[in-house]
């Protein structure tokens, strides 16, 4: 079944978007999308902790969190309405901010890698985050290949799969790390109902 967000997930998510957006200019759909991948996995492999615990999929210019995405390419976004306006230009959508930046959500850490996040790809092409994304030995790359789809993916004939990121693969070589992340999503889920 599928679990609704909770106010403090949207806030978090929502701001994420309006600080990105806020030093970001101009900010597609596609980057943001690749960037709160970017958010989430940088926060995994650094923390051991995840940022904002969203599912992540397998698509061809994923990995995407696909109701992320769906909100994104609604004509009225749900989840981000307080906080975002997208605007159409020559067919692209781009993202706008609807309010100023609250932090009220986030940790020390977690404002050093928006920072980081921010700093590291605020030139960096969509297309660019992309190739990132799907370098060989990527959580996607991996996945894909492991699952019997990179082929279809990267040649077109498959543009999104069901096909799960496990954000735990990126701490194989880090057993403490790991199993600290694997509780605190476990954790997450577990109280995800009670915050709603």
């Keep these: 079944m599928l679990e609704p967000f909770s106010n403090s997930e949207i806030d978090k998510l929502g701001n994420t978007v309006i600080y990105l957006a ?6 597609s759909k596609t980057k943001l999308l690749k960037l709160i991948y970017l958010i989430e996995e940088y ?8 940022f904002f615990n969203l599912d992540f999929s397998v698509w061809k210019l994923g990995p995407v969190s696909r109701d992320v995405f769906v ?13 975002i306006t997208r605007t159409i230009l ?31 790809f605020k030139t960096t092409s969509a297309a660019e985050l992309v ?16 699952n019997g789809v ?12 069901e096909i799960p990121i496990d954000f735990s ?20 889920r577990n109280t995800k109902s009670l915050k709603i």
Excluded: C
């Design 150 to 161: 990179l082929e279809h993916l990267e040649s077109g004939h498959l543009n999104s799969t």
């Design 90 to 120: 020559d067919g692209s959508v781009f993202i706008s901010p609807k309010k100023a930046f609250s932090d009220d959500e986030f940790s020390d850490n977690e404002m050093d890698l928006l920072e980081h996040i921010t700093d590291t």
């Design 131 to 146: 190739e990132i994304t799907h370098r060989k030995h990527s959580l996607w790359y991996l996945t894909a290949q492991e």
């Design 43 to 50: 926060s995994v492999r650094t923390y051991g902790l995840p």
């Design 71 to 83: 909100d994104l390419s609604s004509d009225e976004p749900v989840l981000l309405a307080n906080y």
């Design 22 to 27: 806020e030093r970001i200019k101009p900010l």
């Design 169 to 188: 693969r990126l701490l194989e070589d880090m057993p403490l790390k790991k199993e600290i992340y694997q509780d605190q999503v476990s954790y997450l």
